[in-house]
């Protein structure tokens, strides 16, 4: 943009990036003073199973953002559901917010309830208590309690802090366990509670705002 003369301080068209500025006092692009980047915002929301977490899809099967009401900011997932999980997860119009959420090393648990086809027991399920390698992927520690069974059917609870992609379908199916339905609970200090499919809630200010000064962003 300073290469196509679109960037000013004070009037004088900048002819080069090397330019130390203090606030952004006097600084216009085309002509426009630049505005100061809003506040960090975050939202939850109930994705439904068969929508992806995309913008558009060339198939043309519904996505997360396709779903969202309108008047809300540009945002993006922190992390992704798959197309087939449901429940929990969070949008936010800031990159800096993102990526600290998803960093493993925040430590921030992701809890999941999941009901799963196969012979589940706990002494199984104990087996990834620390940890598995799988086809050249190394999965952290992960907590499961089978929480019920029927015949072949389980409901598992799994909480976990990294987040690999398809990492809980991946580390069952490892143990011999097919997913049939996973269901985030909660991500952080953030729950799915009663909120309803497709439904968004924002996160009060406050609270985003603690967040933010925890993580260091």
């Known amino acids: 943009m300073i290469a196509e003369g679109r960037v000013a301080l ?5 002819d080069t990036p090397a330019t130390i500025v203090g606030n952004l006092s006097g600084i216009t692009v085309d002509g ?4 100061a980047p809003e506040a960090a915002r975050l939202f939850r929301m109930h994705k439904p199973a ?4 995309t913008h558009v899809d060339p198939a043309r099967r519904p996505t997360l953002f396709g ?3 309108r008047g809300l900011p540009r945002l993006v997932t922190v992390g992704r559901l798959d197309f087939t999980s ?8 800031d ?4 990526r600290a959420l998803e960093l493993p090393s925040t430590g921030l648990e992701r809890r999941y309830r999941v009901r799963a086809y196969g012979p589940a027991t706990q002494e199984l399920l104990d087996q990834i208590a620390g940890g598995a390698e799988i086809e050249g992927v190394r999965y952290g520690p992960i907590r499961a309690f089978l929480e019920s069974k029927r015949g072949d059917n389980a409901w598992i609870e799994v909480i976990l ?13 490892w143990l011999g366990l097919a997913v049939n339905r996973l269901i985030r609970l909660s991500y952080g200090p953030f729950a799915l509670g009663d909120l309803e499919r497709g439904a968004v809630a924002e996160v009060e200010p406050a609270e985003v705002e603690a967040l933010a000064r925890q993580l260091g962003v």
């Open 95 to 98: 990159g800096a917010l993102k």
């Open 50 to 53: 068969g929508v992806l977490t």
């Open 67 to 69: 779903l969202l009401p």
């Open 161 to 173: 802090t990294e987040g690999k992609n398809r990492e809980v379908r991946r580390v069952l199916e």
């Open 10 to 14: 004070n009037g004088a068209v900048l």
């Open 86 to 93: 449901e429940g929990l997860i969070l949008l936010t119009n």
């Open 32 to 35: 426009r003073p630049v505005a």
